[in-house]
């Protein structure tokens, strides 16, 4: 059925319902009414109900348009939606570090969707439509050709991260261990059951539709689902928070579940147990997560307290609560006759499959690694894959031996625990009894419940129906899962009864804590290093038109007044130059040396001797003038003085000569 | 019929002339005229929006026997002016309740009402002398608005909105002789007049030169400083006006230079054309950067302008139809959120007085509504879907993807979406302080919800602009209309 509104949204919405978009639509619809009737007792004491309602509905209309939507525009619409929207119902308590968590979320989910965003640009563009019906035959085309093909993968992987991202993948999950424990049980039985699943219904949707078959592709997928399945295994080993635990498996087991996703285009045309496994694994993910979430959120909801070494013993004397968290661990685990073993089982064949066909030679194609490189690379994949599972096992009989087995360290606190009061209401109870029973029927029938599920669901993914049925309880496949049980109770034993707890029998936290992508890298580089850098340069930016028209006036008006004194200033250079005017003789000592200089030094004494000393009658004569005055005198007479004997002389010297001449003659 | 086109512009200035000039003698019928004028203006902008075009236009006079100021309309100048006569009756019915907080009344108005007046021939100009004419008028009667306060920094600010706008109109005039220089008659013709004439530098020199002298009213770099300037001292309702209307007369100019006088035949491919888109950009991400850096909240706001009204022009850069489209659908989406924002601004500062970001923490749960509609508007202009500035993005995404220019085809849309994070980080960064305050800061959370006048015109405001994104058909439509005349 297909139903379309191309007056919405300027390029139209379209839906679809096919197999695969009835099963999750079920899921969706089934997860939120459990959820919502879980939340009547949880939010009890809780402020701000419409609220948290109000954005719950709208986050389930939202996940509904992606699981049905039928185009790739439609389905952004309706994740950012949901994005936004599920923020809300996360940040319910509102306490500082329920708001650093949603501020993770909301960055991730902003970021995510803005890089998804970009991806659809690239993809629109090169396939000239984003239709689920028609983006297949489109990508073939392109895909031939192998510039097509590249550009096909960059579009890929943008749109992978901002999906990559909501599935919780390595290197995005940041916000995954962070926004679980905080969120109210009921909202993040919703977060990691189903709303992490639109994330992981994109990479589907491209590595199904776009990218098929792309052995690059699917080797890159593969290896992300592999380290988010690792990491989030081991995160959840270390972790001493209950919800934090459940959060960090829920990473792993999406890890295997992109892994298959990457396995599903590895295998080519044989790919149809990965995409059974992957699909199967996400609903019986779906469908654990809630049947554990509210397990912990009854807890939650009565001790409000998540640390194991508080909670422990908790469980005790309460069966209901104990079978219902049974069979969510048992499921999870991969225990036989349980859900998540048969989908567990399909991922793990899928793998074994591929080394199979690069035994026989086939199937790789990619040029970095020969083929018994890769052999060996599968084999070493298939181990992880099993013991990821053994770490499920694993940090699930811790949470159970915790809650259930063991007493409290402090007996008074146990003692209180043991009360026979009633701690769930009847309502709650019937939720969580249901949720749970329907994880064995699962898990027993597989041959007329998932095996159901997945027929309907492959043909959207363009999974080759398998060659022959599988027996999930034949002796092969029980091995697998019983390899990774053991796996599991060694590492119990071993690794957390021995390192992770001391000798009192505390559980103790030894996740070194530097060790966090989002402190170590993202905080420093997004917040401060990057905007620092740019910031710097816009700064530079911003300021430099303001600074060119302060500066350029000024330069200008420089400028100007040169140019305005140019002709003043020729002028001037000629009259100092070649039209230069007689000298002005000014004032100058000539004649009266001693008066000039002795006068002058006379005023300087009369004026220091005014200041000081003859304030009250001053010297107000001017030596300089009656020195000259008196040197004028002198010379005038020696003047005389020096012309009257000279005259005396000549007289003398005429008379003398008129004697002599006298006596000659 | 044609004198028709001219009754808006008549209208609001005469009424603008009255309302400045009674002084205070009729101070309490002020808001009564301002209102009547600015419905009747919108009220005839609609009826002229439904005439078919060609019966509107008309010459004026002739200023010498080849100028003549002439009026023509068409679909851009009807969308324009019909977004611009609704967005300034909204913003006049909060201005209503924030001025008489500002004093002055008669005067504000009375300009307020004149640039509205003028914005209207501005949008009906039939070719480029009298829509130069038009533009500096506006230039210069828009500038008492901003310095309505009258202290040091308001006139200083004024003084430096007054001079970009002139350096901004002379690189406009000079480009205009000599484009006018090349025998045109500066008429607007749609598709350009400039067919053939590829390579010509004195026509490439004289375009580039008017982009970047419009660009001064639309905040492009390097001429945007003014917005930053004049914005944070300017009373609500005029940042509002200036950022989300008188910003959109500039990137008018620039849609009549580039498609109606060049064409984008000349245009495309050539130095300009590159030149313009990276300056667009580097806008884009510079305005983005320095708001996400900035704590005043309304001078955050002028650089958010800055940025997403460089979107717009950057899908104009791009010359292709769908660009173009989003490039429309953004000046209608943007007016409607940015005066959404400028108006919360002002009732913050009317209501408790705070100025600076980091003052807003429970701001919230003091005016629930008017910040509910800050978020939604927020959301908006960051370009979550469904709402309405997430289609324009995406056009202009589409259309840069299929412009095929080399490296800006998919730098564009990278740093749309940058911005888009940055965007997110300034706008929804005060929301989220707002709505969810840190247990124990010491927060005022007395209610103080502004009146009617501001909650309506908000509240309007905030439905069309996440309304139009959902149901946009008919909006696109009109556009792809204009756009199909023009490539």
Redo the contacts between chains.
């Keep these: 059925m297909q139903y379309s509104f191309a007056?919405?949204?300027?390029?139209g919405l379209t839906f679809r319902i096919d197999g695969f978009r009835l099963t999750f639509a079920v899921i969706t619809t089934y997860m939120w009414l459990m959820t919502t009737l879980f939340s009547q007792e949880y939010l009890a004491h809780a402020g701000k109900k419409r609220r948290y309602y109000f954005f719950l509905a709208l986050t389930y209309i939202a996940t509904m348009g992606v699981f049905l939507s039928n185009d790739f525009f439609t389905t952004?619409?309706f994740f950012?939606?949901m994005s936004?929207a599920s923020y809300v119902c996360v940040?319910h308590d509102?306490?500082?570090a329920t708001?650093r968590a949603g501020?993770v979320y909301?960055a991730v989910a902003?970021?995510g969707?803005?890089?998804t965003?970009?991806g659809l640009?690239?993809l629109?563009?090169a396939a000239g439509t984003l239709s689920f019906d028609g983006l297949y035959d489109a990508c073939r085309g392109l895909a031939a050709d192998p510039a097509g093909r590249q550009r096909l993968l960059i579009a890929g992987a943008c749109i992978l991260f901002g999906f990559g991202a909501k599935a919780g993948m390595f290197p995005l999950h940041i916000w995954l261990p962070m926004a679980h424990p905080v969120a109210p049980a009921p909202a993040s039985a919703l977060l990691s059951g189903i709303i992490t699943k639109t994330g992981i219904f994109g990479i589907l949707v491209v590595t199904a539709q776009v990218l098929s078959h792309d052995p690059l592709w699917g080797f890159i997928v593969m290896l992300l689902g592999t380290v988010t399945m690792l990491l989030g295994g081991l995160l959840a080993l270390f972790s001493v928070d209950i919800k934090r635990t459940l959060a960090c498996s829920s990473m792993s087991q999406l890890g295997m579940i992109i892994n298959g996703i990457g396995m599903q285009a590895l295998l080519g045309e044989e790919n149809a147990l990965a995409v059974r496994g992957s699909v199967l694994h996400m609903v019986n993910h779906s469908n654990l997560k809630l049947v554990l979430f509210m397990a912990a959120g009854v807890i939650v909801m009565n001790l409000h307290k998540l640390d194991l070494n508080e909670i422990r013993g908790y469980g005790r004397k309460k069966p209901l609560l104990m079978a219902v968290f049974l069979s969510g661990a048992l499921g999870i685990g991969g225990v036989p006759m349980f859900n998540g073993y048969v989908s567990k089982t399909l991922l793990h064949e899928g793998i074994v499959e591929y080394i199979e066909l690069l035994h026989a030679g086939e199937g790789w194609s990619l040029p970095f690694l020969s083929v018994s490189g890769a052999t060996v690379l599968f084999s070493v994949i298939e181990w992880l894959f099993l013991l990821t599972g053994g770490m499920t096992v694993a940090y699930m009989t811790k949470l159970f031996i915790c809650v259930f087995v063991e007493k409290n360290i402090d007996p008074a606190v146990q003692a209180a625990y043991d009360e026979k009061k009633p701690y769930v209401s009847r309502l709650t109870a019937w939720v969580l009894g249901i949720s749970a029973a329907v994880l064995p029927v699962l898990g027993l029938f597989p041959g007329l419940t998932l095996d159901r599920i997945a027929d309907a669901s492959q043909g959207f993914l363009r999974g080759e129906p398998p060659a022959h049925a599988v027996h999930y309880f034949s002796q092969t496949n029980l091995q697998g899962g019983l390899i990774s049980i053991l796996i599991g109770v060694l590492l119990y034993f071993l690794f957390v009864r021995i390192l992770l707890m001391d000798k009192e029998g505390h559980y103790l936290n030894r996740w070194p804590a530097p060790l966090d992508l989002l402190t170590l890298i993202y905080e420093p580089l997004l917040l401060r290093f990057l905007?620092m850098l740019?910031?710097f340069f816009?700064?530079i930016?911003?300021r430099?038109?303001?600074l060119?028209?302060r500066v350029l006036p000024k330069v200008a008006g420089v400028c100007c007044r040169v140019l305005d004194f140019s002709l003043d200033a020729l002028i001037l250079v000629f009259r100092k130059t070649t039209h230069r005017q007689l000298p002005d003789p000014g004032p100058s000592p000539t004649g009266y040396f001693f008066a000039f200089y002795v006068g002058g030094f006379l005023n300087a004494v009369a004026r220091v001797l005014n200041r000081t000393i003859l304030k009250k009658h001053p010297i107000v004569r001017n030596h300089v003038y009656s020195l000259a005055e008196r040197e004028a005198m002198l010379s005038q007479t020696s003047r005389l003085v020096s012309a009257s004997t000279a005259f005396s002389l000549m007289m003398f010297g005429i008379g003398l000569m008129a004697v002599t001449l006298y006596l000659i003659l | 019929m044609s004198v028709l086109t001219l009754c808006p512009m008549a209208l609001c200035l005469l009424a603008g002339i009255l309302v400045g000039v009674s002084g205070g003698r009729w101070e309490s019928s002020v808001h009564k005229i301002t209102a009547g004028a600015l419905i009747a203006n919108l009220l005839l902008t609609v009826l002229i929006c439904l005439q078919p075009s060609e019966n509107l236009s008309l010459t004026l006079f002739h200023i010498t026997t080849e100028l003549p100021i002439a009026f023509a309309v068409d679909t851009v100048g009807k969308l324009f002016s019909l977004l611009i006569a609704f967005v300034w009756l909204m913003v006049a019915v909060a201005a209503f309740e924030y001025m008489p907080h500002e004093g002055a009344e008669p005067r504000f108005f009375g300009f307020y009402l004149a640039v509205a007046g003028i914005l209207s021939a501005l949008c009906y100009s039939g070719n480029m002398v009298t829509y130069y004419l038009f533009f500096e008028m506006m230039s210069l009667i828009s500038m008492p608005l901003v310095l309505h306060s009258l202290s040091h920094e308001a006139i200083m600010a004024a003084l430096k909105y007054l001079?970009y706008s002139m350096?901004g109109a002379f690189m406009m005039l000079f480009g205009l002789f000599l484009f006018a220089a090349r025998g045109s008659d500066l008429a607007f013709v749609p598709g350009g007049c400039l067919q053939g004439m590829t390579g010509d530098m004195t026509a490439q020199v004289a375009l580039f030169l008017m982009i970047v002298g419009f660009g001064t009213k639309a905040g492009m770099?390097?001429?945007?400083?003014w917005l930053?300037t004049a914005h944070p001292v300017a009373p609500a309702p005029a940042s509002a006006v200036l950022s989300g209307v008188i910003t959109k007369a500039g990137v008018l100019g620039i849609i009549r230079v580039v498609y109606y006088m060049a064409g984008v035949d000349a245009l495309a491919g050539t130095w300009v054309q590159k030149a313009w888109a990276w300056l667009t950009l580097?806008t884009v991400?510079?305005g983005s950067?320095?708001a996400?850096?900035e704590n005043v909240l309304k001078k955050r706001m002028a650089y958010s302008t800055v940025s997403q009204v460089s979107y717009v022009l950057f899908g104009l850069s791009v010359m292709h139809p769908v660009a173009f489209t989003g490039a429309l659908l953004h000046v209608v989406f943007h007016s409607l959120v940015k005066d959404t924002l400028f108006l919360s601004a002002g009732a913050i500062i009317l209501k408790t007085g705070r100025t600076k970001v980091s003052e807003l923490a429970g701001i919230c749960r003091q005016m629930p509504v008017v910040m509910w509609c800050f978020t939604l508007v927020s959301?908006t202009l960051?370009g979550?879907?469904?709402t309405s500035a997430?289609?324009s993005k995406?056009?202009l995404?589409?259309g840069s993807?299929?412009g095929g220019l080399p490296v800006l085809s998919?730098l564009g849309?990278?740093v749309l979406?940058?911005s888009?994070?940055l965007t997110?980080g300034y706008l929804?960064t005060i929301s989220?302080k707002g709505f969810?305050p840190?247990?124990g800061e010491a927060v005022d959370l007395t209610p103080c919800e502004p009146g009617w006048h501001f909650l309506v015109p908000m509240v309007v405001m905030t439905v069309l602009a996440v309304g139009l994104?959902?149901?946009?058909?008919p909006l696109?439509s009109v556009i792809r209309q204009a756009a199909a005349v023009l490539f």
């Design positions: 007056s919405l949204c300027g390029a952004f619409v950012e939606v936004l940040i509102e306490k500082p708001m501020g909301l902003v970021i969707g803005l890089v965003l970009m640009f690239l629109a563009d905007p740019f910031g816009c700064k930016l911003d430099l038109p303001d060119i028209f | 001079f350096a770099f390097p001429m945007h400083g930053p580097v991400f510079m950067m320095m996400y850096q959301i960051i979550i879907p469904p997430f289609l995406w056009y995404a589409m993807l299929a998919w849309p990278v979406l940058i888009a994070l997110a929804l989220i969810f840190e247990k994104g959902i149901w946009a058909g696109i």
